[in-house]
């Protein structure tokens, strides 16, 4: 049985950071992409981070990029999310997901962004939280 589960969410300040965790059994993390996902009260579910097996390729969504960063410890089946720079558009509930990492193409205004049609297993979520 995959279980994936978060940790590390919580209340922060504008602009500080937090790092979540997501630990992974029944699937190893070398062999599988795995992503980051957030849905905020009201909006629709967002992929945030993913970073695939083999060459280890990551992809962000441009709301995040150069402000968080996927990271994997092999060794310990786990996967990390730094989150710096946190800004209240942030806040959300965050699910962790195993699966292949893809980004699709809005048919609406040509924006790339990564799906969560090609993940098979998620975590329970875990809430964060940001203060302005």
């Known amino acids: 049985e995959v279980q994936l589960v978060e940790s590390g969410g919580g209340l922060v300040q504008t602009g500080g950071s937090l790092r979540l965790s997501c630990v992974a059994s029944g699937v190893n993390i070398e062999d599988t992409g795995m992503g980051w996902f957030r849905q905020a009260p009201g909006k629709g579910r967002e992929g945030i981070a993913c970073?695939?097996?083999?060459?280890?390729?990551?992809y962000y969504a441009d709301s995040v990029k150069g402000r968080f960063t996927i990271s994997s410890d092999n060794a310990k089946n786990i996967v990390y999310l730094q989150m710096n720079n946190l800004k209240p558009e942030d806040a959300a509930e965050y699910y962790c997901a195993a699966g292949l990492c893809r980004r699709v193409k809005s048919i609406y205004d040509n924006t790339w962004s990564l799906t969560g049609a090609t993940m098979s297993y998620w975590g329970e979520g875990i809430r964060v939280t940001v203060s302005s």
């Open positions: 970073i695939q097996s083999g060459p280890g390729t990551t």
